[in-house]
């Protein structure tokens, strides 16, 4: 299927390209669905009429109806936040393992790796008891600890390291740079590409992260949009879904319209990502 | 560097990172498998050790064993379904289709939504008088259905959207794998005669075996760790069918706070995902990779 000779021909092409046509028009349907909810007034939620007049009002209505303002800053912080100490803390980690020898080493990578198959979300009643011990619960900067630490982000960035030649790092190491400054100079300019691809992992994942941060706030001040989002469809609307899926392509929208954006990026940063 | 400078070295830039992995991992996983031989403490009475009391009464709880057998079907039901879909998406998206870029922005959509948000659309779907799902049931005259408040559809219903989810996502791992095949070999196979179906069964999918490997792995654990659209769609409910393992941990964690319980079943959990991660070394060990 992958080359020219066994491309499908004559009617086998015409109902492949149908059926991969109406598999992705199932696929859009949902969002297509909260589109026209969302855009059009109460009444045609579930009408279709082609003369449905649009209208803003529903977003309006869900702006104010809570307080999405602060959900919205909270969650930019909390990405932000764990992006930045990843990356360092990963960069670090990761250099440790791709360059240097010491004991204990390949108990250590295990024991990072660990964390592929056990992630935060599963302990999530322990690592409640270490917040409350901490006394963090109910802070944006708990929702963030956890993960700050990134099993994935070590091993991507161990196995970029790892195929940066020797001959560089002991080039730089001549002219007299420490190891942090080889780091710093020829490591992470040329893991780049791979910096990128993680950003975006990670932002899509944290902006999308919901349980946890459920369980470890419980006031505006530290909920991020999915919680803040599901409290409000929850609690506060009933059944009115035109607000409803307004409030979610509202909280939605800058992931959407990024992604729209950088299609291309985005597609490629979750392959590369998954490749090494 | 001498040696030991090295060595002080590697530890240092390793610190911080296996500080916050040992206590926010490490720890909480040991402490769970602690905690699961003592009582919930309440008010002034201290946790003490009950042996396997937790235990026992998991195996007497019909609501965990619901819940597990809930999660086995959920997994039974989305892993295959999901991978297979995410094939045969790739394989489309990668040949030479009219409005390539559209299907496969359709088909990757769904990966970069929240799940909340998406299991907000859903429940609108499966809602039941307004929802779309009667509405069409409606025009092509059936019997009116509550897709999510009957215990023989709410599972499903759940599992829906977790394939509709998850799909896309796996598809660009087979895409990028799909990209490395050299097209030498098809044309090889070509003049050998072998049939396009052939060619696939006996080349193309052998090759793309570490990559269903990598997306196997990675469906598994999100089938026992993903309870986002759970919390909004049925809440466990109806009757617990839809109670998946996390989910309950959740609950008896959090709603009935009996966190000596809770540390049981997480163990269970645990050693589902300990038993994932035997089987991805079997498998690796049974060479697998064809790199």
Redesign the interface.
Known sequence: ????????TGVARGL??V???I???L??L??A??FW?AFHPGEF??RFALDAPLTLANFVKAWHAAPFARYFINTVILCAMILVAQL???T??A???AR????G?GI?FA??L??L??????????????MSVLGLRDTILAIG??Y??S?FG?FLLRQTFKTVPKELDEAARIEGCS?LQVLWKVYVPLAKPVYLAYALVSV?YH??N??WP??ITNSVEARP??VG??VF??TDQG?D?SI??AA??L??AP??IA??LF?RQ??QS??RA??K | ?T?AT??L???L??L??????A???????A??AW?SFFSTPKGARPATYVGVDNYAQLVEDPIFWQALSNNLWYAAGTIPLSIA?AL??A?????????RG?????????????????A???L??Y?PE???LE?IGGALGLPAHNWLGSKSTALGCLMAVAI?KE???FM??Y?????Q?S?Y???A??IEGAS?WY??RRV?FPLLMPTTL?VLVNAV?NA?????HI??MTRGGPDNATALL?YY??EI??RFWD?AY??AL?MV??TV??L??LGQFWFLDRKVHYQ
């Open positions: 299927m992958s080359a020219a000779v066994y491309r499908a492949e390209t059926g991969a046509w598999l992705g028009a696929w859009i949902p969002l669905y909260a909810t939620s579930t360092a803390l990963c670090l980690a250099y440790a393992f240097f020898e010491f004991p080493r250590l024991l990072v660990v964390q198959m056990v992630t935060p979300d599963v302990l999530i009643v322990e690592n409640y008891r270490t600890l956890p700050m630490a099993a070590i190891p899509s902006w999308n919901f349980l459920l369980i949009l999915t989002l599901q469809s929850a059944i879904w409803i899926t979610t392509l909280t939605t992931l959407l992604f729209l299609q985005f597609v979750f392959m998954g490749i | 560097m040696r090295r060595w070295y590697g530890w830039l390793l911080p990172a296996a500080a916050l992995l206590l926010f991992t490490h720890y909480p996983a402490a769970t905690r879909l045969l998406m394989a489309w998206v990668n040949g030479k289709l009219a409005g559209l299907v496969r922005l359709a088909y990757f959509t769904p990966t970069i939504l929240p799940m909340i948000a998406v907000n659309i859903w609108f779907f809602t307004y929802g779309l509405k509709w799909a896309g996502f660009i791992f895409l990028a794998a799909l990209q095949i097209p070999l098809a044309e196979a070509a396009r060619f696939f193309t990598f654990i026992f760790r993903l309870v986002d919390v909004v996390l941990i959740y964690g959090f966190t809770a540390a997480t959990l645990l995902l300990a994932v991660a």
